[in-house]
Structure formats: structure tokens, C-alpha cells
């Protein structure tokens, strides 16, 4: 059984630029979960998705977006990058009244 | 605002010894709360988890303590190994599966072989 996937590993972009990181959650997993992780910091919530919608979202400006797709799996965009945005990107995929198992994450680096 | 944090950012700790790691947290609601490890370049790995219907609970060389009184919770590894080497997390929420973790900056373990 596969665990949470996440693609890619390693990114690198330009300021301004658009970026798509991908999630697959655990198998029968339905709600998916992005976190922001800045170098030494703990994970920051960006969004919750739950049956293709956003159910919560942190404080994150609208350049974050994201989708949830009828198999579960979920993308997390990311608009006029900032250099502020390189960090690590984690998907946690859940279900109801479990822990939350967590991907790998994608390095994002911002120049 | 609410937060998760810890007393320790750094702990040291001798191969064979028991570890004691300290998370303090604020929010009152918070009733499901996790320890997380995380291995360098890796996502963080889910430890042990505790509901605040209970004061302790056990797993494989780790125990987690609960106090609701002063909102502290505790992760203690027994007989440290060099694996266990990593960052460690509490995080708390309100509704396992549901609502958003909130992390605290955590704290490093290294063992000293």
C-alpha cells in the first residue's frame, strides 16, 4: 500500500513565476491537507480539501490555491512566487477521526 | 494567537538514555494532540497520539504524557538509539482528521553514540 505521494521532490523557480505540486493521498484516504515548512520552522496549514472543495484554509494570501480531484488526489498552486515561498511543501492525506499521514514534500526554491 | 511550542530546541542525549521531550500548548479546545519525528528531507512521521480524555499512553519505547491542567504534553523515548535522531513535533487539534494540526518549531534530538 502506497503511502502519501507527493511530486516533484525538488523544484526550482523564478520569482513571479506559477507553480503546480501534485499529492496522491494513502489508499482510501478522502481529505487532503497542505502544509507550508519554512527552514527550521514547524508545518503551517495552507488548506483542507474534503469532497473537491476547500473546507479550511489558514492564513495564506490567494495566491495559494488548490484542487481535489475525484480520486482524491490534490494539487496546491502557487502564484507570483515570491522568494518568501521556498520552503517545503507537505501534503497530509486523513480520514474520518484518523492521524494524518504526511508525504515526503516538494523543496521549493524561489530565486 | 494560538500556538504550539516548545521549551527545548535543542536536547542531547547519551545512546541508552531516556529522552524527555516538552511541548507546552495554548489552545484549551485542543483535544487530540500527535508527536511527529522528522528524519532530515523526509515528511514528518506520525509517533504515538493521545485524546485528552487520557493522561498517558504507551507504544513501542515511547510514552506520551498528558496535563490539561497546565496544557503541557510530553514525549518520552526510552533507551535513545542513534535512529531516533530527528526533529520532533507536537501538534494539537480539535478534531483528528478534520481540522488543521498546528505544529510548534520543534525540537532537534541528537544521540550521542
Known amino acids: 500500500d502506497a503511502g502519501v505521494t507527493q511530486s516533484p521532490t525538488h523544484l526550482i523557480k523564478t520569482r513571479g513565476q506559477q507553480v503546480t505540486l501534485r499529492c496522491s493521498p494513502k489508499s482510501g484516504h478522502d481529505t487532503v491537507s497542505w502544509y507550508q515548512q519554512a527552514l527550521g520552522q514547524g508545518p503551517q496549514f495552507i488548506f483542507q480539501?474534503?469532497?473537491?472543495?476547500?473546507?479550511q484554509r489558514g492564513n495564506f494570501p490567494d495566491r495559494f490555491s488548490g484542487h481535489q480531484f475525484p480520486n482524491y488526489s490534490s494539487e496546491l498552486n502557487v502564484n507570483a512566487l515570491l522568494l518568501g515561498d521556498s520552503a517545503l511543501y507537505l501534503c497530509?492525506?486523513?480520514?474520518?477521526?484518523?492521524?494524518?499521514?504526511f508525504g515526503q514534500g516538494t523543496r521549493l526554491t524561489v530565486v | 494567537g494560538e500556538s504550539v511550542g516548545l521549551h527545548l530546541p535543542t536536547l542531547s542525549v547519551q545512546e541508552g538514555d531516556n529522552s524527555i521531550i516538552n511541548c507546552a500548548y495554548s489552545?484549551?479546545?485542543?483535544?487530540?494532540f500527535i508527536w511527529y519525528k522528522q528524519e532530515s528531507g523526509k515528511g514528518p512521521q506520525f509517533i504515538i497520539d493521545?485524546?485528552?480524555?487520557?493522561d498517558k499512553r504507551q507504544g513501542q519505547r515511547v510514552t506520551v504524557l498528558l496535563n490539561k491542567t497546565v496544557k503541557h504534553l510530553s514525549l518520552q523515548i526510552a533507551a535513545t538509539q542513534p535512529g531516533d535522531s530527528a526533529v520532533y513535533f507536537c501538534a494539537e487539534t480539535e478534531n483528528s482528521g478534520n481540522t488543521p494540526l498546528v505544529f510548534g518549531k520543534g525540537t532537534r534530538l541528537s544521540v550521542i553514540a
Open positions: 489552545n484549551s479546545a485542543s483535544d487530540y
Open positions: 493521545i485524546r485528552s480524555n487520557m
Open positions: 497530509a492525506s486523513s480520514l474520518e477521526e484518523t492521524e494524518a499521514f
Open positions: 480539501y474534503y469532497e473537491e472543495e476547500e473546507r
